[in-house]
């Protein structure tokens, strides 16, 4: 039995950096994966091809365009998704190669085959049409990710109801589409392809959509969303589904019913861990079925450790490699990277784009904090108007006490490259005056935060100091 000092399940982000990070340090690493493709979901199914298709869906629809020079771009009947995603084809290829290659850089044994324990310190790796081969680990890295929650009322076919893994292998595109989950995935496809000219439907039980967002900005979304012509069901709840000749037929908890051409159900997700027989290693799941960790990120088996997506939110690729570096840390006693940052940005890619820092309007509510707020409108600089976003917003939250920042929210074009700058503003304690002492270069996008920070100090002081 081949003995190493590190085994990983899984080559998604967590797998790849948590391998990388062990075999830099001269571990002997080896990293299973099951699929043909290396880069798990985040490469193959998720985060790449979805922001993908967004970016097409941006410039075939002329979406931007439409709002400089008042130009109307109508999509051609009869384009399928395959037209849209041959420029997927060649980044997904190029990030698959770049996993390989950091890999084998690295000396990681890549090992193909479906791994299962047979205890907390030996996997056993099933190759197809061959024997089951063991082998032992002082360490174990579970990275396997999540799969979508299929419930069996849901009579998933892949050709017109979907999940959000098989999506993107819609053939044509649908005039029509009914759209179940207002969470993060079921709000980025229903701006995409209400951008390409598809008649969208969004249901959802709750009251509005992605709620761990800022009210305001959440507000601010659905807006947008309804503007560009995503019609809202929510506070409903589907009662019931049936594929129908000329697509799907969803009955709502109201009385009211959608025909629609195709249905993608985006409500849930699980840690992808069925065929892992965790109950051997001693590994246990939470009540949403996904792996449970400590601070270091290790489960209930003392040599075992989980990062990723298995283990629940965030959720985040960029989230996922920290994560799986400081679990490797931990197991191997190296003193390079003792925990994952406190603030996680968060970044949402619809049209338009959604990224936040730190504490939210109704946070600071709960938590008791006297806070002050500051905001800066996209029509209100010229790099906004220059780029015809005339609806985005950047807004500070910080302290009344000594105007100590505590939460960026930004929705608008390239709010998740914007939010960094408040992002260290915040990680460094910094006030809001920085931004005021700072020179920006002139017209951006970043010299908002110099104008929410006056904003802000004008409603600190009960009068506006300045308009920006």
């Given at each position: 039995?081949?003995?190493?000092?590190?085994?990983?399940?899984?080559?998604?982000?967590?797998?790849?950096?948590?391998?990388?990070?062990?075999?830099?340090?001269?571990?002997?690493?080896?990293?299973?994966?099951?699929?043909?493709?290396?880069?798990?979901?985040?490469?193959?199914?998720?985060?790449?091809?979805?922001?993908?298709?967004?970016?097409?869906?941006?410039?075939?629809?002329?979406?931007?365009?439409?709002?400089?020079?008042?130009?109307?771009?109508?999509?051609?009947?009869?384009?399928?998704?395959?037209?849209?995603?041959?420029?997927?084809?060649?980044?997904?290829?190029?990030?698959?190669?770049?996993?390989?290659?950091?890999?084998?850089?690295?000396?990681?044994?890549?090992?193909?085959?479906?791994?299962?324990?047979?205890?907390?310190?030996?996997?056993?790796?099933?190759?197809?049409?061959?024997?089951?081969?063991?082998?032992?680990?002082?360490?174990?890295?579970?990275?396997?990710?999540?799969?979508?929650?299929?419930?069996?009322?849901?009579?998933?076919?892949?050709?017109?109801?979907?999940?959000?893994?098989?999506?993107?292998?819609?053939?044509?595109?649908?005039?029509?589409?009914?759209?179940?989950?207002?969470?993060?995935?079921?709000?980025?496809?229903?701006?995409?392809?209400?951008?390409?000219g598809v008649e969208v439907n969004l249901v959802d039980g709750r009251d509005r959509v992605l709620p761990f967002l800022d009210k305001e900005i959440s507000e601010c979304l659905r807006e947008r969303l309804t503007q560009l012509g995503v019609r809202f069901h929510l506070g409903e709840r589907t009662t019931q589904i049936e594929r129908t000749p000329n697509g799907v037929r969803i009955g709502l908890q109201s009385g009211n019913t959608l025909a629609v051409e195709t249905a993608l159900f985006a409500a849930g997700r699980r840690?992808?861990?069925?065929?892992?027989?965790?109950?051997?290693?001693?590994?246990?799941?939470?009540?949403?079925?996904?792996?449970?960790?400590?601070?270091?990120?290790?489960?209930?088996?003392?040599?075992?450790?989980?990062?990723?997506?298995?283990?629940?939110?965030?959720?985040?690729?960029?989230t996922s490699m920290e994560q799986a570096r400081v679990a490797v840390c931990h197991a191997f006693g190296f003193s390079y990277k003792q925990r994952v940052a406190s603030l996680l940005p968060m970044g949402v890619y619809t049209i338009p784009e959604i990224s936040a820092v730190g504490e939210t309007e109704e946070s600071c509510t709960e938590k008791g904090i006297d806070f002050a707020v500051g905001r800066a409108h996209y029509a209100n600089n010229v790099r906004g108007q220059i780029i015809g976003d005339s609806a985005g917003l950047l807004k500070l939250l910080f302290a009344r006490s000594d105007k100590r920042l505590l939460g960026v929210q930004i929705i608008g074009d390239t709010a998740t490259e914007l939010i960094h700058l408040g992002m260290m503003a915040l990680e460094s304690k910094m006030t809001i005056d920085v931004f005021i002492d700072f020179v920006f270069n002139y017209p951006t996008l970043s010299e908002m935060y110099k104008y929410a920070a006056y904003d802000g100090l004008g409603n600190l002081s009960g009068h506006k100091v300045r308009q920006g």
């Amino acid at each position: 039995m081949q003995q190493f000092d590190l085994i990983v399940i899984g080559s998604g982000p967590a797998g790849e950096k948590g391998a990388v990070q062990a075999a830099y340090f001269g571990k002997r690493v080896a990293l299973i994966e099951h699929d043909i493709s290396l880069g798990g979901a985040c490469v193959n199914t998720g985060t790449i091809p979805s922001k993908i298709l967004r970016e097409s869906a941006l410039y075939f629809s002329g979406i931007k365009q439409r709002g400089l020079y008042g130009l109307d771009y109508s999509l051609k009947e009869g384009l399928t998704v395959k037209n849209f995603m041959h420029r997927k084809d060649v980044i997904v290829e190029a990030q698959r190669q770049k996993v390989l290659q950091n890999l084998v850089a690295h000396g990681v044994e890549l090992m193909r085959g479906v791994a299962s324990f047979e205890d907390a310190n030996i996997v056993s790796v099933q190759k197809s049409g061959r024997e089951r081969q063991s082998i032992r680990g002082s360490a174990v890295l579970i990275a396997t990710g999540s799969a979508p929650h299929r419930a069996p009322d849901i009579p998933f076919d892949d050709k017109v109801v979907f999940d959000s893994d098989s999506i993107l292998e819609m053939g044509s595109i649908h005039r029509s589409m009914a759209i179940v989950g207002g969470g993060v995935i079921g709000c980025e496809y229903a701006s995409i392809f209400t951008a390409l000219g598809v008649e969208v439907n969004l249901v959802d039980g709750r009251d509005r959509v992605l709620p761990f967002l800022d009210k305001e900005i959440s507000e601010c979304l659905r807006e947008r969303l309804t503007q560009l012509g995503v019609r809202f069901h929510l506070g409903e709840r589907t009662t019931q589904i049936e594929r129908t000749p000329n697509g799907v037929r969803i009955g709502l908890q109201s009385g009211n019913t959608l025909a629609v051409e195709t249905a993608l159900f985006a409500a849930g997700r699980r840690g992808a861990v069925s065929q892992l027989g965790l109950e051997k290693a001693g590994v246990t799941l939470n009540k949403r079925g996904y792996i449970e960790v400590n601070d270091d990120y290790r489960t209930s088996a003392a040599t075992v450790y989980a990062a990723g997506d298995v283990i629940g939110f965030p959720a985040l690729a960029s989230t996922s490699m920290e994560q799986a570096r400081v679990a490797v840390c931990h197991a191997f006693g190296f003193s390079y990277k003792q925990r994952v940052a406190s603030l996680l940005p968060m970044g949402v890619y619809t049209i338009p784009e959604i990224s936040a820092v730190g504490e939210t309007e109704e946070s600071c509510t709960e938590k008791g904090i006297d806070f002050a707020v500051g905001r800066a409108h996209y029509a209100n600089n010229v790099r906004g108007q220059i780029i015809g976003d005339s609806a985005g917003l950047l807004k500070l939250l910080f302290a009344r006490s000594d105007k100590r920042l505590l939460g960026v929210q930004i929705i608008g074009d390239t709010a998740t490259e914007l939010i960094h700058l408040g992002m260290m503003a915040l990680e460094s304690k910094m006030t809001i005056d920085v931004f005021i002492d700072f020179v920006f270069n002139y017209p951006t996008l970043s010299e908002m935060y110099k104008y929410a920070a006056y904003d802000g100090l004008g409603n600190l002081s009960g009068h506006k100091v300045r308009q920006g």
